[in-house]
């Protein structure tokens, strides 16, 4: 996946912004106040096969299109 760009804390502002795998979902959240999206979650897979087939880029990217998401306030 090409390097998605993350923006800065909606609420204060900070730059410091970790994308964090937590197995079946991730999280985007800020250094700065602890403010946290979560991406989709995927279901618990009960064989390998289903593990593998579980689109882990796509969750990751949902997480990060959660945290860049802005009301658009016009």
Do not use: Y
């Amino acid at each position: 996946m090409s390097k998605v760009l993350l923006q800065s804390c909606p609420f204060c502002g900070s730059k410091e912004i970790q994308v964090e795998d937590h197995r079946l979902r991730f999280s985007v959240s800020c250094a700065g106040c602890s403010a946290c999206v979560l991406g989709d979650i995927a279901p618990e897979p009960d064989t390998q096969e289903e593990c593998d087939r579980i689109d882990f880029k796509a969750l990751e990217l949902s997480a990060i299109n959660n945290w860049n998401r802005r009301h658009d306030s016009s």
